[in-house]
Nanobody
Framework: VQLQAYGGGLVQAGDSLRLSCAAS????????LAWFRQAPGKDREFVAA???????YYADSVKGRFAISRDNAKNTVYLQMNSLKPEDTAIYYC???????????????????WGQGTLVTVSS
């Protein structure tokens, strides 16, 4: 499985941005997909996840501002980011796994496949 994330860039606080992550796998619909981010000097943190069922999960810090979605026909997962803040500045990574249990969905170490990351910079 290969994942390629794109869509990052430099925006101002309050702006919106949509990240995409394309996957090369025939059974894409069976995978749990997630977005994580890592700011300079900080650990990688969970942002959002979407299961094969379509159920979504969010970190408290982005709830109400970010939305994760998937298009199984395009093998792509999206992260719509609205009302961006300077503290959202980070490298954003997409991740995928076919056998994550719900209690582990926020744990980076549980995901087998990772994209290369795309940088999001939010200026104040």
């Amino acid at each position: 499985v290969q994942l390629q994330a794109y869509g990052g860039g430099l925006v101002q606080a309050g702006d919106s941005l949509r990240l995409s992550c394309a996957a090369s796998v025939s059974t894409f619909s069976r995978y749990t997909l997630a977005w994580f981010r890592q700011a300079p000097g900080k650990d990688r943190e969970f942002v959002a996840a979407i299961r094969y069922s379509g159920h979504t999960y969010y970190a408290d810090s982005v709830k109400g501002r970010f939305a994760i979605s998937r298009d199984n026909a395009k093998n792509t997962v999206y992260l719509q980011m609205n009302s961006l803040k300077p503290e959202d500045t980070a490298i954003y990574y997409c991740a995928a796994d076919s056998s994550i249990i719900l209690s582990s969905i926020r744990l980076a170490e549980q995901y087998t496949y990772w994209g290369q990351g795309t940088l999001v910079t939010v200026s104040s």
